[in-house]
């Protein structure tokens, strides 16, 4: 892997810390914890992200390493996106923010396991992207989401893509055009966030998520990853005609598994299943 200056290797089996001075990432059985820590706002620049990059690429290359979840250190900012005072300084908006893109894992190559944000602040700007980005959400009851950029000149632009998709079209709008911040609740109610809890309570909902996933077949959740995404746009039909045609690699290759004969004997054996990954 790749791994930028600064940055401190060392996967193990259990206990792994991968760590600069703006990021942790520890190892906690088959989950990986990605905390986010420059004061005050936990802000992303170009360096920030590349890092970030090299974390997500050694989760998504760790056969052990089942579910990554995302946070921000601190209680009051999950993240506030871009770093505008790297921006001021001459970074570019457009930089190379890395092979995952900015945070690391949005436009990760082959990425086929779950993100989850644990949102325990504010989540602006790219921050917020991010929050769109992840796979699963579980937010603190004191987290917002906005998108300010129209207001500073600059345009959200993944945000200009999904946040539409996401959220009835007025809303959206809203939030894009005149900077209309959102709460936990709100996000939860149109499906965006999965679970609102109070803050102190924030990462132990995320692992509880994260160990929910890591139960089940990892060819299974990869597949599901796979096909939703190759879906994404597709009427129904032509997407059923793709899994039919065995053209789809991921689930034909679930379907063929030993880990899918595991489960059905399991299942009928009344015990739990034994995941090989094959």
């Known amino acids: 892997m790749d791994t930028p200056a600064g940055v401190a290797q060392a996967w193990g089996q259990y206990t792994s810390i991968m760590t600069n001075e703006a990021i942790r990432a520890v190892r906690r059985g088959s989950t990986l914890e990605v905390t986010i820590d420059r004061p005050k706002a936990n802000a992303i620049d170009a360096a920030t992200s590349r890092a970030?990059?090299?974390?997500?690429?050694?989760?998504?290359?760790?056969?052990?390493?089942?579910?990554?979840?995302?946070?921000g250190a601190g209680g009051r900012f999950f993240s506030a996106g871009w770093d505008l005072a790297a921006g001021a300084e001459g970074e570019a908006y457009e930089s190379d923010f890395g092979p995952g893109g900015f945070g690391g894992f949005a436009e990760l190559p082959d990425l086929d396991k779950p993100v989850i944000a644990a949102v325990n602040g504010m989540a602006v700007g790219g921050g917020f992207e991010l929050v769109m980005a992840a796979d699963l959400v579980v937010a603190a009851e004191h987290a917002t989401f906005f998108l300010p950029e129209a207001s500073i000149g600059l345009i959200p632009d993944v945000g200009s893509v999904l946040l539409p998709r996401l959220l009835p079209a007025p809303l959206a709008n809203e939030v894009l055009l005149a900077g209309r911040r959102l709460n936990a609740e709100e996000l939860r109610r149109f499906g965006l966030v999965n679970e609102v809890v109070p803050g102190t309570d924030l990462l132990d909902a995320a692992h509880d998520l994260a160990d929910r996933i890591a139960a089940h077949a990892p060819l299974a959740v990869a597949a599901i990853l796979d096909i939703g995404r190759r879906s994404d746009g597709l009427p129904v039909s032509a997407a059923l005609d793709g899994l039919r045609s065995g053209t789809v690699e991921t689930y034909r290759k679930t379907l063929e598994s030993e880990d899918a004969?595991?489960?059905?004997?399991?299942?009928?054996?009344?015990?739990?299943?034994?995941?090989?990954?094959r």
């Not at 090299?54 to 390493?65: H, I, K, N, T, Y």
């Open 52 to 71: 970030l990059g090299a974390v997500f690429s050694g989760f998504r290359d760790d056969p052990d390493l089942r579910v990554a979840i995302f946070t």
């Open 261 to 277: 004969q595991e489960g059905m004997r399991a299942f009928a054996e009344k015990r739990d299943p034994v995941w090989k990954g």
